[in-house]
């Protein structure tokens, strides 16, 4: 496995992350690729690092992946980070950018009953016997080329759709529609919606 780390003063790297050996047709192999598991930063600490390339070769050096590069972006309040279960069985990763909109859908399960006479002005004619809410979020992935949209399809129909958060990884429902591929291959702006698990009796964090 190799890297190239491209730093914030444009000059680069390579590096040789590690080998495996007895390698066979039609096994499926997990590698990590966050900035933090590959110790990055450790590379050199005297500067800052703009993005890294990751990629697979062989013994004899012939590149036989996919490059991956991923951008470092500092920004991590305008930020979320989304893993999902892939159709290989392995894990994948989206990022989406900027501000969110936020939303609640209440539900309410309600019994209506008849007061007695000389009922008290505080006594309640609905009685309320569950109440939820859904929380849901409306966010932005960003422009993307026709090729970068198809990418979105394992996404779109996983079953196992998870946000990174600091205190975990919280489980969430996708819902989202786009155009996959246009005539002209413009830029178009792709978001969703994300619904988190129905909350009840919630006390919001001090």
């Known amino acids: 496995m190799k890297i190239k780390i491209d730093y914030t003063d444009g000059t680069n790297r390579q590096e040789a992350l590690g080998s495996i050996s007895g390698v066979a047709a039609f096994e499926v192999y997990r590698f990590p690729a966050g900035y933090n598991q590959l110790q990055i930063g450790s590379f050199d600490g005297s500067k800052s690092v703009f993005s890294y390339t990751i990629w697979l070769e062989d013994q004899v050096g012939n590149v036989i992946s996919e490059l991956r590069t991923y951008v470092v972006n500092e920004n991590d309040e305008l930020t979320r980070n989304f893993i999902y279960q892939n159709s290989l069985g392995g894990w994948s990763s989206v990022t989406t950018f900027g501000n969110a909109e936020a939303k609640i859908k209440v539900s309410k399960d309600q019994l209506s009953r008849k007061l007695p006479v000389g009922f008290k002005y505080s006594d309640r004619q609905r009685v309320t016997t569950d109440v939820s809410g859904l929380i849901s979020e409306k966010v932005y992935i960003g422009y993307l080329t026709n090729e970068e949209r198809k990418h979105l399809v394992d996404f779109s129909i996983s079953e196992q759709v ?40 919630y006390t919001p964090e001090l």
Do not use: C, I, S, W
């Open 162 to 201: 998870y946000e990174v958060t600091a205190a975990g990884y919280l489980p969430v429902n996708v819902r989202f529609d786009y155009v996959l591929k246009d005539t002209f291959h413009r830029l178009q702006d792709v978001y969703m919606t994300v619904e988190f698990e129905e909350v009840r009796n």
